[in-house]
Each structure stands twice: as structure tokens, then as C-alpha cells.
């Protein structure tokens, strides 16, 4: 499953259904450390794919990423951010450099824009 969005499509369905066992030990963090376990690393997804829909039926960010490009936003000025739900906020940190890499980011968009920024 290398790089593949696979959450609310059948085939996460048909892989959960084939080895719970295997998506437990790969959700589950260690215990110890609140980290990834030894030899497994998962990453959430990034980018507007990453939370425009759940399924194709069920949209999550998509009509307001929709709405926001029909008054002017685009890829240069606004941005979807994936965060791992499963770690606490200085572990993310500490593993990704996730909030500093998104405080970079966002000075990049007011510098680029000359404009304030919002964070919805």
C-alpha cells in the first residue's frame, strides 16, 4: 500500500476484512515511546486529495476548497495540511518537524501575498 490513498474506498474494506492484524499493528503506536513501532512508518496524507472526500459519496473539504478557488484561491495561496491524529503534538514535532515545517509555510503564503493569513 506504498503511497496509496486507501481510507473510505472498497479496497480499504477488502484489506481490513483480509488482515486485522496486520492494520492494527500498523495504527497502533508503541507503547513506550508513543511513536511508530519498530520497522512500520505511516505518514497521513497531504494535499487538497487528502481531504476533499471520504468516498466518492461523502465530501469532507471539497465544496469549500471549491468555493474558495471560484473567489480567487489557488495552489500559490492557499494549502491542506495532514496531521497524524494518532501522536501527540511535540512527538509529530520531534518525528516530522511538522509545525515548524508549517510555520515556514504559511510565512512563505504572507510573504508571497503581502496579505494576512487565515487558518480555518
Request: aromatic share 16%; hydrophobic share 40%; net charge negative.
Amino acid at each position: 500500500y506504498f503511497r496509496r490513498k486507501i481510507w473510505g474506498s472498497l479496497e480499504t474494506f477488502r484489506s481490513f476484512a483480509s488482515d486485522q492484524e496486520c492494520w492494527k499493528k500498523h495504527l497502533s503506536l508503541d507503547p513506550e515511546t508513543g511513536m511508530d513501532p519498530p520497522n512500520i512508518r505511516l505518514r497521513s496524507s497531504q494535499g487538497f486529495e487528502a481531504a476533499d472526500f471520504w468516498t466518492g459519496a461523502f465530501w469532507v473539504w471539497d465544496r469549500i476548497i471549491r468555493n474558495l478557488a471560484d473567489v480567487g484561491y489557488d495552489g500559490s495561496s492557499m494549502s491542506m495540511e495532514g496531521f497524524d491524529w494518532r501522536v501527540d503534538f511535540p512527538l509529530v514535532e520531534q518525528r516530522d518537524g511538522h509545525f515548524s515545517k508549517l510555520k515556514r509555510k504559511i510565512e512563505a503564503f504572507v510573504e508571497h501575498s503581502n496579505e494576512k493569513a487565515v487558518l480555518i
